[in-house]
């Protein structure tokens, strides 16, 4: 609803108010017409999980057809609390783990994942208009706009990925000990997510910051690494 297609922008926002219209008839206790919801409504009250992630990744969406640019790293921050974050925190209330310190490293995990996405696809994302590297670092590293249009990966270009990789890379890292605190085949999938996060990361740097050229992606040969 938020970026795929060729919808407008008021048809996407009106298709998620739909959707958050839904939200708050569950929350209400409310029966859902809608098969979807009637699905969700049960989910929520069998596992009593909080709606609240729910509402943040529809207010994530909305912003994503209203903002295609961020001033600074801050607010690409808050983007990640409400487009990322919210997954985690739903799979640890499925799994009753929500204790305040494996939210806060699970948020950190999330939030990496998605500054990880973001930096891998620089390319796609400029293509739908859209450019989540923060204003602020652009002008710091004197890489403009136009820099990304003309896929010119100069030295500019490679320092303010490396800046960036650095960040996400100490935020994944610095939510790691999560995995090693989850059962089974949770905890096992987690470590995967993580460790393919921090390859994707290398391979950016692999191919000297030209995702223009060579977008990394996470193959089965990567499981041996």
């Known amino acids: 609803l938020a970026d795929e297609g060729d919808a407008s922008d008021e048809q996407r926002l009106n298709a998620l108010t739909d959707y958050e219209t839904q939200l708050h008839i569950i929350q209400s206790k409310n029966a859902s017409e809608q098969a979807l919801f009637q699905a969700l409504a049960k989910v929520i009250h069998e596992y009593q999980l909080p709606i609240s992630p729910f509402f943040d990744l529809l207010d994530a969406f909305k912003q994503d057809v209203r903002c295609k640019r961020y001033d600074d790293y801050v607010s690409l921050i808050h983007y990640c609390e409400r487009s990322a974050n919210p997954v985690g925190r739903i799979m640890l209330h499925l799994f009753h783990a929500d204790t305040a310190q494996n939210l806060l490293e699970s948020d950190q995990i999330c939030t990496a994942l998605q500054l990880i996405n973001f930096w891998q696809d620089v390319a796609v994302d400029w293509k739908k208009s859209r450019v989540y590297l923060p204003q602020e670092d652009l002008q710091r590293f004197q890489v403009t706009e136009q820099q990304i249009a003309n896929e010119n990966c100069d030295q500019a270009w490679r320092d303010l990925m490396q800046f960036q990789i650095s960040r996400a890379r100490k935020m994944m890292l610095a939510g790691s000990p999560l995995c090693k605190k989850l059962p089974g085949r949770f905890g096992f999938e987690l470590r995967l997510v993580v460790q393919g996060g921090l ?25 041996a690494l």
């Not at 390859?199 to 499981?223: A, C, G, Q």
């Open 199 to 223: 390859r994707i990361l290398e391979k950016i740097e692999n191919v000297d910051m030209d995702i223009f050229r060579h977008r990394p992606t996470i193959k089965s040969s990567d499981s």
